[in-house]
């Protein structure tokens, strides 16, 4: 009988370390980086884990002119409810909204400190004053059960960093992965092409980004690259 409790104990203890996992993602310093809102992340009593946060264009239009805003956005994995801590310096803020408003999320204002709990594969957007162009994009991504590698030909990878690829047309058979931590400046083109998969939890931008290119050179000899 102790065995059976004992093993029991160390099934339940090994739930709780599975569920209690969060992936950051360091991001590349660049001009994408907003350094105006801080971010952390948690598990329950867990220390504090800061969260990169980076900078986005939107366009509203009123009326029939078509206005360019700002937006900002952070992302992290995590299996399980985390807490999210968000420091805004945007003066006094009279209301905070967190869509979608169907998840019931409530979260507790302390001076320019907003604080709320959210779950695995929630995205929220954080808006404060009634301001929803101008606001904080939330991706709270699963755990990636299975990643690609370098290692594997039918891959092209991009790990961490900031790569500039132009125009890179894909081939038949390919798997484009983009790492968290990864900026590619540029497009991906898949013309004429089959069975081709892009994912990964970094970012892919047609805007120009300030920083040093990591990109492999092999990429360049082995696809059709276009600047």
Known sequence: MNKFLALACAVVFLLKTVKAEIITYKAPESNLVNHTIKVDVRQGTGNWQPLDVYNADVAARFDTQRIIKKTAFTYFDCSGSVKLRIKLNQGNIKEVRIRPT??????????????????????????????????????????????????????????????????????????????????????????????????????????????????????????????
């Open 102 to 227: 169907a998840y019931g999320i409530k979260p507790e204002v302390k001076g320019n400190v907003v604080e709320f709990e959210l779950n695995a594969s929630q995205y929220v957007s954080l808006e404060v004053n009634g301001n929803i162009f101008e606001n904080l994009q939330i991706f709270a991504n699963p755990i990636e059960n299975s990643r690609p590698t370098k290692a594997d030909a039918q891959t092209l990878y991009f790990g961490p960093g900031i790569h500039k690829i132009g125009r890179m047309v894909i081939p038949s058979g390919k798997t484009v992965y983009v790492a968290g931590g990864a900026i590619v400046e540029g497009s991906f083109v898949i013309d004429h092409a089959e069975n081709v998969r892009i994912c990964g939890r970094g970012i892919l931008t047609q805007h120009p980004v300030q920083g040093d290119s990591v990109t492999p050179k092999y990429y360049r000899n082995t696809l059709k690259v276009k600047e």
